[in-house]
């Protein structure tokens, strides 16, 4: 046993050392062969241009002399790659390390904006994976620069960014005071075709600190803009931020005034996808006044773009809350729909690993025919070289083969193991999902809002949930078995890796604070609660593709 154990464990390593090895693309290994050398030659930096070039990197063929200047070469190089690992492979870590290696080189070489550029790259790349104290150092650090060099324009957009940053970061105050500065600079520009963003972001940023009417003042400036530019989509974008701040402010008259103009501009620039969006914030708006009908009308609109346009995402939001505005009126159809969300909660969370599945073996098998190709037409590689990596990728299949194999007895022993520890919670026949009674809804209903509830002070406590229900915890658990065919821990557990998939999705608000929000205390072990349950980090999830 000890040595099928070892040998197991071997071939695992073997399997990801080959894997990682098929991964690296000719660009990934000839840039990390001039990282590692002292001095780089030239001519390799010349191979690696020539390569970006063909990626689409570099907007023209660039080739370097021995007597170019060595610091901003590499500084360049550097940029290139950071714009490489940031667009082509959504690598926010290479990114970053990219940009601090041309930071280094432009500084060496005293080139002010080829230092702001490697800045904006850090900033940029650290906001999206969750960082935003390194963010907010790096565009603070581009923020000094511009204000020695006088450029204008570049202060407004370190301002705006400042502020963006500060507002995921929960600091409203300075947010406030930097984008107040955006937009007094950008005012003094005679080009002043960002000031539109720069309204937009004031205006979510005073709705986030409750200062409405300013916020509204902003989203009417911003709007004007727009609509003289002539950008529908851009327009109903602003239509809808004034929506959601009349509803704030209890206007409903008004924000539905302005949820059906915004619909009526994306009908008109044909953005079915932003259509459906806003399609679906309205029903929303109209559930929460128990204007069901209204509700009804338009998210069946909705779902029928989305079935249509296949936006699997959008749509399962709207299932959930189509069982919400039918659960007195068709509790059978609610069912349907609540049935119907959760399953595509599943699909997603599994289509999302399969695509990252996908891109990797696109991955692989795009490295493997760019290096053919080039061995072809330099005739740099021997056919030695060209028969080892096809031995290489059919060795990778046979080991992948076996270590799915390990993995797929291990989830199924897991599996096994799990219902046997549920089996002291049977689900009798007479109290399946599919025969839930209107009762059962609302009992449902009233859970996940002392649920939602608890979730917003950051905890989670099935003991005070059945308190709060007026039930032993017992009797609890039992009812919820019987009502969602799981476990209650496991249930709630479904609905914080969702919610926490939303916020990854719909906000850049970072992960430590997500993690909180969705009631887990430590980030370390909502990480890897996370991974295990979607077989993907945070992170990693966040920049996949949205489905929707």
Not at 3 to 28: H, Q
Request: proline residues 2%; contains cysteine; aromatic residues 6%.
């Amino acid at each position: 046993m000890a040595i099928m154990k070892t040998y197991r464990i071997t071939m695992i390593l073997v399997a990801l050392t080959w894997t990682a090895a098929a991964m690296t693309t000719p660009i990934d290994s000839l840039y990390r062969r001039i990282c590692s050398t002292p001095r780089a030659d030239i001519g390799e930096v010349n191979r690696l241009l020539m390569l970006l070039d063909a990626d689409g990197i570099t907007d023209s063929l660039i080739q370097h002399d021995r007597h170019a200047p060595r610091e901003g070469m590499m500084a360049a190089t550097h940029l290139y790659m950071a714009d490489y690992f940031y667009d082509r492979q959504a690598d926010m870590t290479a990114t970053i390390q990219a940009a601090r290696r041309a930071e280094q080189a432009a500084r060496r070489a005293q080139d002010t904006l080829r230092i702001e550029e490697a800045l904006a790259y850090q900033a940029v790349a650290a906001s999206r994976m969750g960082q935003i104290d390194v963010a907010l150092k790096a565009t603070k650090e581009e923020l000094r620069l511009d204000s020695l060099s006088g450029q204008r324009p570049n202060l407004a957009r370190a301002y705006n960014t400042l502020a963006g940053l500060s507002l995921q970061a929960g600091r409203t105050d300075d947010a406030r005071l930097y984008v107040r500065k955006a937009i007094e600079i950008e005012r003094t520009l005679e080009d002043t075709s960002h000031l539109g963003v720069r309204y937009g972001l004031a205006a979510e940023i005073y709705a986030k600190t409750g200062e409405l009417d300013r916020a509204l003042d902003y989203a009417l400036q911003a709007y004007a803009i727009d609509r003289k530019a002539g950008d529908r989509t851009k327009t109903a974008r602003r239509l809808s931020q004034m929506a959601d701040i009349y509803a704030q402010k209890g206007d409903h008259r008004q924000a539905e005034r302005f949820y059906l103009r915004s619909i009526d501009s994306l009908r008109a620039a044909d953005e079915r996808k932003s259509l459906a969006i806003n399609l679906k914030q309205l029903g929303q708006f109209y559930a929460r006044q128990q204007r069901w009908k209204e509700s009804r009308q338009a998210l069946t609109e909705c779902e029928q773009i989305c079935r249509a346009t296949g936006n699997y995402y959008t749509l399962q939001q709207t299932c959930r809350l189509m069982a919400d505005v039918l659960a007195g009126e068709n509790p059978t159809q609610a069912i349907a729909y609540l049935q119907e969300a959760l399953q595509l909660t599943d699909s997603l969370h599994s289509q999302r690993a399969e695509d990252l599945a996908v891109e990797l073996r696109k991955s692989q098998a795009e490295a493997l025919a760019e290096t053919t190709q080039q061995g072809a037409a330099t005739a740099s590689h021997p056919p030695l070289h060209i028969l080892l990596l096809l031995t290489l990728t059919a060795a990778i299949g046979i080991v992948g083969a076996l270590w799915w194999g390990i993995r797929h007895a291990a989830a199924t022993k897991e599996k096994t193991k799990s219902l046997t520890d549920e089996q002291d919670l049977p689900i009798p026949e007479n109290t399946r999902k599919t025969q839930m009674s209107t009762r059962d809804i609302q009992f449902l209903a009233q859970v996940s809002e002392i649920y939602d509830r608890h979730l917003s002070l950051g905890r989670l406590d099935i003991d005070e949930l059945a308190s709060e229900m007026c039930m032993s915890r017992s009797q609890f658990t039992r009812r919820m078995t019987a009502l969602t065919g799981m476990a209650a821990s496991n249930y709630f557990n479904r609905l914080r890796i969702e919610k926490a998939c939303r916020l990854l999705k719909d906000t850049e608000k970072p992960v430590n604070i997500i993690s909180e929000e969705c009631g887990f205390e430590d980030p370390s072990y909502f990480g890897s609660f996370f991974k295990k349950t979607l077989h993907v980090t945070p992170m990693q999830y966040r920049i996949m593709p949205k489905t929707d």
